[in-house]
Every structure is written in structure tokens, then in C-alpha cells.
């Protein structure tokens, strides 16, 4: 089992950035791909970036692309999401995944482990 905390959200004005981190424990990230999710009020969760267990491949939501950028450091079991120009729309609860399976995956119920989120709110 591997669990998984997040941190780093918060409130902040469009255009600005923030860094999430998900550090994990019990199990080597290196064992797992990795996705970031998010969900808003009213709303299905839904993907937002994933990276291999490796780190060289990654994929992102085409609502996020060019904007966020997905990372892991498997030496400090922590995956990173750097999230810049946030817009009003990006305002949701963030979840990080972790999943045994290799290759991409944005289908949220193919992630077996889940954190319990970080609250991210961009004032227009």
C-alpha cells in the first residue's frame, strides 16, 4: 500500500502560480504512475496530468496544457504539479493518484490510491 498526502494549495489571483506536491509513503512512488485530478462543485472528477513511473513520458488535459507541468523526484517519493496562468476555471479540490499499472492512464477509477486533496482557488 502507498499513501499519499498533498499539499501546497491555496488561494490566489488569476495569472498566478502555484506548486502542488504529493508525497508519498509505505511504497516507492517509483512502483506507480502518477496523476493529478481535480474536482470542482457539481462537477465529476476529472483528469488533469499523468506521468509514467520512469518520468519520461507525461500527458495533460488539453484545458491545462502548456500551463501545468507534472513532475516526480521517485529520490524524495514526491510528484509535483507546477500550475501557472490559473484561471478562474481551475478552481477545484486537487487529488493525486497512484496506480501499479504502466503506461498512461486519465481515467480516474484505473487509480487505485488516492490523497485526500488540496483546496485550489483562483479569484478573478
Known amino acids: 500500500q502507498v499513501q499519499l498526502v498533498e499539499s501546497g494549495g491555496g488561494l490566489v489571483q488569476a495569472g498566478g502560480s502555484l506548486r502542488l506536491s504529493c508525497a508519498a509513503s509505505?511504497?516507492?512512488?517509483?512502483?506507480?504512475?502518477m496523476g493529478w485530478f481535480r474536482q470542482a462543485p457539481g462537477k465529476e472528477r476529472e483528469f488533469v496530468a499523468t506521468?509514467?513511473?520512469?518520468?519520461?513520458?507525461?500527458y495533460y488535459a488539453e484545458s491545462v496544457k502548456g500551463r501545468f507541468t507534472i513532475s516526480r523526484d521517485n529520490a524524495k517519493n514526491t510528484v509535483y504539479l507546477q500550475m501557472n496562468s490559473l484561471k478562474p476555471e481551475d478552481t477545484a479540490v486537487y487529488y493525486c493518484?497512484?496506480?501499479?499499472?504502466?503506461?498512461?492512464?486519465?481515467?480516474?477509477?484505473?487509480?487505485?490510491?488516492w490523497g485526500q486533496g488540496t483546496q485550489v482557488t483562483v479569484s478573478s
Open positions: 493518484a497512484a496506480d501499479a499499472g504502466r503506461g498512461i492512464s486519465i481515467t480516474p477509477n484505473q487509480f487505485n490510491y
Open positions: 509505505g511504497r516507492a512512488v517509483s512502483n506507480y504512475r
Open positions: 506521468i509514467i513511473r520512469s518520468g519520461s513520458s507525461t
